[in-house]
């Protein structure tokens, strides 16, 4: 059913829960994950990666996730994900995108709050705003980008600026870096507990985690209790997938061409890694 993102992400916040997102550059993946919510009786979010929604393909691929989000029995929103151009973030939310992350945090500071107003004008108080205050390492797309365990190479949010980046941008939720990076972690996450704390004094608004595969369980559960009330998920579900593929593909081949078949597999194992997740940040 259709809900706004920012509700979704309250309400699990005061159960003691987190909301995670999952980046599906197919429906496939999204069926996979709406299937694993409507299980949990959870809500979920579906990320659309901001080079899909630059696409015509992309943007009738947002309209089926709108419309799998509609129908769902649970709570489910559809967000265009890291997005710095206004056209792409007025397309994808005229294509069914309930939620943008207005991402200016490659920006200088004014010019990050200003990428987030300006996205405010131009699509309105309806849309659930997300903005990012601190550059994450890595890249979301490709599981290589990040160099250490992410505190070296990602300028972590200062946490003195909080208070006026929510305020004058107006964004219903904040991305945070406090050592979580895009991709593969290399060597054991190090994330700054005491940075986050730090932030979530300083603000009402839920934070968000991105990069949260690699990150342990254990790790993730304490989170919602330091007001991170949404989860972003990407490289571990498609390694999932992705080695479920490989290992399925030369039997499907052989048998006849299965691709039905095949594409139930890649269904089967994105909505397991969907059902582990929301069973890890629900409480
Ligand atoms: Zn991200």
């Not at 990150?215 to 992705?242: H, S």
Request: glycine share 10%; charged share 20%; net charge negative.
């Amino acid at each position: 059913m259709r809900t706004r993102l920012d509700h979704l992400v309250t309400s699990a916040l005061q159960r003691g829960s987190a909301v995670p997102a999952f980046t599906c550059y197919d429906f496939t993946t999204a069926m996979a994950v709406v299937a694993a919510a409507e299980e949990a009786g959870r809500g979920a979010i579906l990320l659309v990666a901001p080079k899909t929604a630059a696409t015509p393909n992309g943007l009738r691929l947002i309209g089926a996730l709108r419309g799998l989000a509609d129908a769902a029995s649970v709570p489910v929103a559809v967000q265009l994900d890291h997005a710095t151009d206004l056209q792409v973030m007025a397309d994808a939310v005229a294509a069914g995108a309930d939620s943008v992350l207005a991402d200016g945090s490659a920006l200088p500071y004014e010019d990050n709050i200003a990428l987030v107003r300006g996205a405010r004008a131009l699509l309105g108080p309806d849309v659930v705003l997300e903005a990012e205050l601190g550059g994450l390492a890595g890249d979301e797309d490709r599981a290589f980008g990040a160099d250490q365990s992410g505190v070296a190479v990602a300028g972590l949010t200062d946490s003195a600026l909080v208070e006026d980046f929510v305020s004058r941008t107006g964004a219903e939720l904040l991305a945070v870096a406090v050592g979580n990076v895009h991709g593969k972690y290399k060597g054991e996450p190090q994330l700054r507990w005491d940075v986050l704390q730090d932030i979530a004094v300083r603000t009402h608004i839920p934070l968000v985690l991105h990069g949260a595969s690699g990150i342990p369980a254990e790790e993730l559960v304490k989170a919602a209790a330091m007001n991170v009330g949404k989860v972003n998920f990407n490289t571990e579900l498609r390694t999932g997938v992705l080695a479920t593929l490989q290992d399925q593909l030369p039997g499907h081949r052989s048998d006849g061409e299965n691709l039905q078949g095949l594409l139930g597999h890649w269904n089967s194992s994105a909505r397991t890694f969907a059902a582990k997740t929301l069973a890890t940040l629900t409480r």
